[in-house]
C-alpha cells in the first residue's frame, strides 16, 4: 500500500513550457485534489475531484487543467508554464465524496517545481 | 467568500511549555476541522480533527477546540518538545462547494 504517489519530485520548466505533473492513490478513495504551497500562503486549492469524470475548480484554478478518467489517478497539466506557477504542490486523497461525510486526507510528497 | 484564517504565523516557545494556534472559518456550514502537521520537505500529516458535533478533542498532548457560534477552533500542544517543532495548518471542510480549505499555516519552533 504505497498511499499517495507524486512524480516527478523536482522539476525545472521554462517560460511557455508544458508537462504534467502525475498523481496516483492505491486507496480507492473518490475524493482527490491538488495544491500549491507557496511561502506565507498555506496550501491553496487548485483543483479537486470527488470521483472519476468530475472535476471542479478550487481557490487558484488559473494556468491548470485536470482529468479524472480513473479512481486512481490524477493528473495536473501546466499548458504555459510561467514563473508565477514557480511553487510546491501537493496531491491528496481522501474517502471524502458527496454522499460520505469527510474523513482524512492524505497527502503526497509533493512536486517542487521551478519555472524559469 | 470561503476562508480559513491562521494565527500566528511564526510561534517560539520553551520546552515543555504549552502552544496554542487558533483558526477562524467563514462557511457556517462547515463540518469538519483537521489540523496537519508538515516536516521539512514532506507533505502534511493529519495530526488530530474534530467535527461539529464536539466541542473538544483530546489525543495526549494535543488537544482542539470548536466553538461553532464564534467560527473558531484552537490546536492546544502541552509539554511541547524539540519534536513538536514544524508547520501546522488548520483546516475546515466546506460543505457547501465540497472543499477542503487551509490556513496560511504556523511555524512553530519549540527551543531546547
Known amino acids: 500500500n504505497a498511499g499517495v504517489t507524486q512524480t516527478p519530485k523536482f522539476q525545472v520548466l521554462k517560460t511557455g513550457q508544458s508537462m504534467t505533473l502525475q498523481c496516483a492513490q492505491d486507496m480507492n478513495h473518490e475524493y482527490m485534489s491538488w495544491y500549491r504551497q507557496d511561502p506565507g500562503m498555506g496550501l491553496r486549492l487548485i483543483h479537486y475531484s470527488v470521483g472519476a469524470g468530475i472535476t471542479d475548480q478550487g481557490e487558484v484554478p488559473n494556468g491548470y487543467n485536470v482529468s479524472r478518467s480513473t479512481t486512481e489517478d490524477f493528473p495536473l497539466r501546466l499548458l504555459s508554464a510561467a514563473p508565477s506557477q514557480t511553487s510546491v504542490y501537493f496531491c491528496?486523497?481522501?474517502?471524502?465524496?458527496?454522499?460520505?461525510?469527510?474523513?482524512?486526507?492524505?497527502f503526497g510528497q509533493g512536486t517542487r517545481l521551478t519555472v524559469v | 467568500g470561503e476562508n480559513v484564517e491562521q494565527h500566528p504565523s511564526t510561534l517560539s516557545v520553551q520546552e515543555g511549555d504549552s502552544a496554542v494556534i487558533k483558526c477562524t472559518y467563514s462557511?457556517?456550514?462547515?463540518?469538519?476541522f483537521p489540523w496537519y502537521k508538515q516536516e521539512l520537505g514532506k507533505g502534511p500529516q493529519l495530526i488530530i480533527d474534530?467535527?461539529?458535533?464536539?466541542g473538544e478533542k483530546k489525543d495526549q498532548r494535543i488537544a482542539v477546540t470548536l466553538n461553532k457560534t464564534a467560527k473558531h477552533f484552537s490546536l492546544h500542544i502541552t509539554e511541547t518538545q524539540p519534536e513538536d517543532s514544524a508547520v501546522y495548518f488548520c483546516a475546515a471542510w466546506m460543505d457547501s462547494s465540497y472543499k477542503l480549505i487551509f490556513g496560511s499555516g504556523t511555524r512553530l519552533l519549540v527551543r531546547p
Open positions: 462557511d457556517s456550514a462547515s463540518n469538519y
Open positions: 474534530i467535527r461539529s458535533n464536539v
Open positions: 491528496a486523497s481522501s474517502y471524502s465524496s458527496y454522499e460520505a461525510m469527510n474523513t482524512e486526507a492524505f
